[in-house]
């Protein structure tokens, strides 16, 4: 598969064009920003678009649906087009070239490289960099890609009014998950021996810049399933997972962890006591996100990326995290 600059086919077809291709347009009504009908993913009718910011939303099942595994029932093109086909995100990418090819004699030819996989780069001179040492192009200076999470739902996070109480840190499900209970601790989180909706869940407090919890995400080990707050009451554009234990603790420390889940974090921390992690779970790098991961990258330049194999938006961000750092990619 030809190399596919994602960030390029974004800016260059709009998600009114995509909906114009699957003959959606005539389905849905004008809104100030753009439209709003029936959900074609779910069938529900809680599905808006905002043209302006190319972006889409599904308040239906779709919402119910992504909540439970952790994800955004909305974003861009691809994400759009990837849904629709249940293709990966990558594929998507290529059906949507293939439906709206590049005119020629455009603006530049399309840059030639082997394919899309991940490029592992490592800091000069950290392993015997000399041989393979050609100079890596300057990149060109390209606006910033829009976050996927639009951004008429971007909403900042507030402290809770409440703490969870009976959170077990050192409960044997940790154990089981191979989280340490000093880690737990350190991060709030444990099983869960309390009622309601997080009831037999291990739960993760993320925290605010202050340190104040801002939301919960609960793990269900037996299925595997995560649970968040609802999405008007917690944004996870703007939060990211263990960065006030990251501030605190990451002076001195060698590496900065990147992963998917919160368990992940704390199974790395519990792991690698020298590598201070946290976790982005949402499908793509906010900019809120971005800043918060340059705040704590501190000048370093090398962090480790870690990721399932499964995850299909891992490498969107993977792409938007080697445009400013060297990246050591973990697929686990
Ligand atoms: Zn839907």
Redesign the pocket.
């Known amino acids: 598969m030809p190399y596919i600059d994602w960030k390029k086919l974004k800016a260059r077809v709009s998600l009114r064009e995509i909906l114009a291709h699957y003959g959606l347009l005539g389905e849905l009504t004008d809104t100030a920003h753009g439209f709003e009908g029936v ?6 009718k ?2 808006k678009v905002n043209v302006e910011k190319n972006a889409w939303f ?6 119910a649906e992504a909540k439970a595994k952790g994800e955004q ?1 909305g974003g861009n093109i691809l994400d759009f087009v990837a849904r629709m086909e249940r293709v990966s995100v990558k594929e998507a990418a290529a059906r949507i070239v293939a439906w709206f090819p590049e005119e020629k004699g455009g603006n530049e030819p399309m840059q030639k490289q082997e394919d899309a996989a991940p490029r592992r780069q490592e800091p000069a001179g950290a392993t015997g960099g000399e041989g393979n040492s050609k100079p890596l192009p300057t990149p060109k200076e390209a606006p910033r890609a829009a976050p996927s999470v639009p951004d008429f739902f971007d909403f900042e996070n507030k402290p809770l009014s409440f703490a969870l109480k009976g959170i077990d840190a050192g409960h044997e499900e940790m154990v089981a998950l191979g989280v340490t209970a000093a880690i737990a601790t350190r991060y709030g989180a444990g099983y869960f021996t309390g009622k309601g909706s997080m009831a037999g869940r291990v739960v993760f407090p993320f925290h605010d810049e202050g340190g104040q919890i801002v939301g919960y995400a609960g793990y269900e080990a037996h299925d595997r399933s995560w649970k968040y707050p609802a999405a008007d009451k917690f944004n996870p554009a703007r939060a990211v997972f263990g960065m006030y234990q990251a501030k605190d603790d990451g002076a001195g420390v060698d590496m900065l962890a990147v992963c998917r889940t919160p368990l992940a974090a704390l199974q790395y921390r519990s792991a690698y006591p020298a590598v201070i992690p946290i976790a982005i779970t949402t499908d793509t790098l906010s900019a809120y996100q971005e800043d918060v991961l340059a705040d704590l990258m501190n000048g370093r330049e090398q962090l480790l990326f870690i990721a399932a194999r499964e995850d299909l938006h891992a490498i969107d961000i993977l792409g938007r995290l080697l445009e400013r750092y060297f990246v050591k990619y973990v697929r686990t």
């Open positions: 959900c074609p993913l779910c069938g529900s809680a599905f599904c308040f239906g099942t779709c919402k029932a």
